[in-house]
């Protein structure tokens, strides 16, 4: 009853939360829901009931694993090296062949990318009303599956993991396989059924599973269907992907450490000119003393450490070669000696095709001479942009137009970051159920939360170029810069008025530009 009341709470709040307030935060402010004129669009993604089993959180977008929260079931989640998807029987767990298969049903280059002949984990008369984000971390997430109160499971899955792990309440578990496939334990010989056994091998189609129980647990086969018996108050099942035929034995031994939460922290050190990251992943044993998993990482983690110590274990993935190590804790250092927000000015060195003053004074001034910002997010931020690049070259330069281009600078962030009301034109708002901010006119679906990272960015830039020369426009409309630039990039973990590193992917090291959906490759 509970998990029914809580999604009658989210739809609710959804439907309430529809009235537009300023809220001031230093010198701007931003509406506190869209109102109508930001277009049907952002009304229904701001009241969009989400399948989060609890909203009481910044709810993420542009996750790998966003289809969750958005999709009564969600689509294919790409952990790799394994890919899991929902559906109204119970979850499909495939490895992705981007190793050898390159023809048109799967594009290396990620156009209309199927996973094949998944295994699939049900229930025996278990049909759950959908898939619901429960918890998550910094690269893995769990979902819970509920047909009632007391019958559901809970599925957790993380980026670089080779397992699936799946706890059961109340819910007799069923793997059904595409297609015969051979048994095997851990010295390869044949698994005959039933057995009554913790863990064994199974193959099919080039494809390599190991199955992980408590002990004791009874296995019987019905065609391509094994049905699952557990002997005691342990209900659970850990599915592993493995390399080769030969992997149970080791496999076995990290299985059972469920991940509880994935936390990436860092330190930035400028006289060194590096950053550090730390990997942490918080474990649970489900069998056992256990504590450490296998983790895997792709060639930007391993060609920037020594740190690593490798366990041979390793996959093609859609970013390139993964390789695993065993533990809980592991650190990378990066190299960094920090950005430049512009250069310095030009100067003739006496070559040919040297650098000519009079091109330059020309760029300067054909750019001050129209400054209209487009009316939308995008295009406007990107005018902006160009307003500040050149109010900064036109600085370094001694030239007249820097005036003109930092009042226009100065002009259109002012407008961006106070909102007057219903009839503003450009203005920013909040979207609760999301805990999120967008900016309008929207672009390119970013009222759907999609481009955050790029759009708000050229805001985030502009302001900092301005604020070389205006110290005021920084102290009276810097916190509302500073929460833009939290949209998309909320560094804190305590703030919860927006996701953690919402576009960024901590894993794979990139941002996602869509909002809602995942592609291995194109996001």
């Known amino acids: 009853m509970k998990y029914f009341a809580i999604l009658f709470i989210v739809v609710l709040g959804s439907i309430m939360v529809s009235a537009q307030t300023a809220i001031p935060i230093g010198a701007g402010s931003y509406a506190s829901f869209p109102p109508a004129s930001a277009g049907g669009t952002a009304i229904a993604t701001a009241n969009q009931s989400l399948y989060v089993v609890s909203n009481n959180v910044p709810i993420p977008s542009n996750k790998w694993w966003t289809d969750l929260v958005i999709d009564q079931y969600a689509g294919n989640l ?9 559906n109204a029987q119970g979850i499909n767990i495939s490895r992705p062949d981007f190793d050898t298969v390159y023809d048109g049903a799967h ?3 990620g156009v209309n990318f199927q996973p094949d002949v998944p295994l699939s984990i049900q229930g025996q008369g278990f049909s759950p009303a959908d898939a619901r984000a429960l918890n998550w971390g910094d690269w893995t997430v769990t979902f819970r599956m509920q047909q009632a109160t007391n019958q559901f499971m809970d599925v957790t899955i993380g980026h670089g993991l080779p397992y699936t792990w799946i706890q059961f309440i109340g819910v007799s578990p069923q793997i059904m396989l595409p297609m015969a496939a051979t048994y095997f334990d851990d010295s390869g010989n044949p698994v005959s059924f039933p057995v009554t056994i913790n863990h064994f091998g199974l193959s099919y189609s080039n494809k390599i599973y190991g199955i992980f129980a408590p002990d004791n647990t009874q296995f019987t086969l019905s065609g391509n269907t094994i049905n699952v018996t557990f002997a005691g108050a342990s209900t659970y099942l850990v599915i592993g992907v493995m390399p ?3 992997n149970p034995a080791y496999f076995s031994q990290y299985a059972y450490a469920v991940p509880t939460n994935s936390a990436m922290n860092w330190v ?3 006289n060194a000119g590096t950053v550090t990251t730390s990997w942490h992943l918080a474990t649970q044993p489900w069998n056992g003393t256990q504590t450490n998993t296998i983790q895997g990482w792709i ?8 740190n690593f110590v490798f366990n041979g274990i390793q996959y093609w993935v859609a970013r390139g070669l993964m ?9 990378i250092v990066y190299p960094f000696n920090g950005i430049l927000p512009t250069l310095p000015a030009p100067r003739q060195l006496g070559l040919a095709n040297d650098y000519a003053p009079s091109r330059m004074d020309f760029y300067i001034s054909s750019v001050a001479s129209n400054t209209a910002v487009a ?8 005018d902006m942009l160009r307003y500040a690049q050149h109010m900064v ?3 370094l330069m001694g030239r007249p137009e820097f005036s003109t281009l930092e009042n226009t600078l100065e002009s259109a962030l002012t407008d961006w970051y106070t909102y007057s009301g219903p009839s503003d034109e450009f203005y920013f708002a909040y979207y609760p159920n999301w805990r999120a901010l967008t900016g309008f006119p929207a672009g390119f679906g970013s009222d759907q939360l999609n481009d955050h990272h790029f759009h708000y960015g050229y805001f985030t830039y502009d302001t900092a170029l301005l604020g070389m020369y205006d110290q005021n426009f920084l102290t009276n409309y810097g916190p509302m810069a500073t929460l833009v630039a939290k949209e998309y990039a909320n560094w804190d973990r305590s703030d919860t008025n927006f996701s953690f590193l919402r576009t960024f992917d901590i894993w794979e090291g990139h941002s996602f530009a869509s909002g809602f959906h995942r592609h291995p490759i194109t996001g």
Do not use: E, I, M
């Open 375 to 382: 009316a939308d997010t995008y295009d406007g931020g990107r």
């Open 78 to 86: 790409w952990a790799s090296p394994l890919a899991v998807s929902a």
């Open 299 to 306: 060639p930007h983690h391993w060609r920037n450490t020594n």
């Open 107 to 109: 594009s290396f280059l």
């Open 393 to 395: 070259f036109a600085n």
């Open 244 to 246: 080769l035929p030969t």
């Open 323 to 331: 390789k695993c190590t065993t533990g809980t804790d592991f650190q």
């Open 268 to 270: 930035y050190d400028p």
